[in-house]
């Protein structure tokens, strides 16, 4: 998938009022502060990447980013379906942790799953003991 910014600053996305645009983030390509963003000098495959490591550089390029709060708050209010945007990973219009691949879970973090639950029933089990003599 490829996505320019220009493409991103489509007339009327965010006219209604309710929704924070780009443009009202890091401005238009006449603004000064539009070319010094991480994101308009960086590779833009890598905000909309599927590799674990690109989206992680994307996040730490994020980092320093002095739009960053207002680049998340207009991605939350767009509900942005894809992307890293400011500095966090979203996927159908929420934040996530990271992506999850394709397939199912391997059955070693299945086991690691059902081993943690039980360990910390046992534990509120014991608990449950301990209080009640």
């Known amino acids: 998938m490829s996505v320019l910014f ?5 007339p009327g996305w965010a006219e209604s009022g309710e929704k924070i645009g780009l443009g009202d983030v890091t401005g238009t390509y006449d603004s000064a502060i539009a070319f010094t963003l991480p994101c308009h ?13 690109k989206v992680a550089e994307a996040k730490s390029l994020c980092g320093g980013c002095p739009v960053r709060k207002q ?10 379906p894809v992307g890293v945007w400011g500095g966090e990973l979203f996927e159908d219009g ?14 070693d973090q299945v086991a690691t799953a059902v081993v943690l639950e039980s360990v910390s ?12 003599a």
């Open 121 to 132: 029933s046992i534990e509120v089990e014991n608990e449950r003991e301990e209080s009640a």
């Open 71 to 80: 680049c998340l708050e207009g991605a939350l209010s767009r509900q942005e």
């Open 41 to 53: 000098s960086a590779d833009p495959e890598l905000f909309f990447s599927e590799d674990e490591i």
């Open 6 to 10: 220009s493409e991103l600053l489509m």
């Open 94 to 107: 929420k934040v996530i942790a990271r992506k999850r691949k394709a397939g199912r879970p391997r059955i």
